[in-house]
């Protein structure tokens, strides 16, 4: 059972909306946190259907190279499915990143 950080992390990933991305840091700001931590939630993500962790980049639009649910492909596929575009391989452009 996920402690009451980690279920915090996923209540503000659940609210990211479809097509759109927010970073690590944007997501651990809300909460005073550490990024790592939210990287850390996210990993472990009970429910990866429904706490849509794709959805979390680093703050350059950058895609996890450790996506935990099938590496930055899947993580990548799992975006594009959503409308959200690239300015390279493994970059988000940055009109879908939520401040």
Known sequence: MPGETFIAIYEI???IPMGKVASYGVV??????NPR????ALHSNPEPGVIPCHRVVFKDGSLSKGFA???EDAQRELLEKEGIRFVSQSK????????
């Open 13 to 15: 990933v659940k609210r």
């Open 28 to 33: 651990a700001k809300q909460l005073g946190i």
């Open 37 to 40: 931590v939210v990287g850390y």
């Open 69 to 71: 649910f099938g590496g």
């Open 92 to 99: 988000v452009k940055s009109e879908y990143i939520l401040n």
